[in-house]
């Protein structure tokens, strides 16, 4: 039998990632060594003090039942208190923070919350790809935002005919930046909760990579802002700063409206998370943070290696003050997919095509992700220079 697909999954791209794992399966079967600086994936373990939380809650039987569709109790409040903590923001964990299945679940969810078929969404052009593609299952249309390098990566809201800001339900943004690695000041944020509540637009942030910055940088959080939390919800999640993206654990905060929507969406579709590992991300929340700043230094390093390695071969990048990608423009005679093709092919390094974060503007990129050992980075760029050699524009 041969069954035919709904619509909607038919208008969905087959995920970028699982693009590329087929080519890199293939090439290894080969015995080809192929390093992988395509997925931004933590390559170093959760640290032990979390991974003994989780292994003493796993011994608890009353965790080994259906937990709360929205959170554990404990574990909403542990993120208003990290909140409170870390950017001195007031949250009521019952009813602005819902617990969610790694964060890019309620990215991905929270369309169906706000889009009625038709409906425009502001999607940054380019994104992580769940933005759009949540958008689109949801039967809406994402309007795209062209991120530009001459400005700062931010969206230009000011450009966005005002046809389509009326129309428009949601925004989703995202600072740090993946995959730009650029950052937002204070005055954007301000700027784009004025836009919101002029159109009456739900601001989705996501802050994955707010504890991943260099160079003594620290990144606000969007609902340190005033009538934030009128306007917006932030999406955050423990992945990227306890190495945690296999474990499925983040969380949607702000908005209480749109937090009971979604709220009320997930128990409609899942249950919550294993409690042991809502424990356990209780702990890396509310613990001393140094196990992040070690690994901000080892980023740190990397991207200097990775970005002094480009530069010297003809590019001129400034060093990212944030998150873990390089996100570099391809020489001149080439696409994004083409550039990353011929490195793959003469380098056996795998980085990613920027045309797979954006329709428009991220074919003019490829994306280094950092997150491979210091020693297979520097090989890479190594292999790069070999193999490549020197680039113009
Ligand atoms: C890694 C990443 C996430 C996802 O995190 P999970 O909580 O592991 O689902 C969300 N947003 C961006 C931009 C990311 O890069």
Redesign the pocket.
Known sequence: MKFETARRIEKLPVYLFARLDKMIQEKRARGVDVINLGI??PDLPTPDYIIDELCREARNPQNHRYSSYFGMPAFRQAVARWYNNRFGVELDGKSEVVM????????GHIAWCYINPGDIALVPDP??P?YGNGVILAGGEPYWMPLKAENGFLPDLGAIPTDVAKKARMMFL?YP???TGAIATGEFFKEAIAFAREYEILICH?M??CDIAYDGYRPPSFLQFPGAKEVGVE??????PYN??G????WCAGNPDAVEALGRLKSNLDTGQFQAIQMAAVKALLADQSFTRKMCDIYKERRDICVDGLNAMGWNLEKPKA?FYVWAPVPAGYTSGSFAEMIFDKADVVVTPGAGYGPVEGDGYIRISLTVPTERLREAIERIKNNVGRVTF
């Open positions: 931004g994936d969610l299945i790694g964060s890019k679940e309620g990215i994104c992580y769940v995202c930046n993946n995959p996501d994955a990579y999406f955050g999640s423990a992945s990227k945690m993206t474990w499925r654990i983040g998150a």
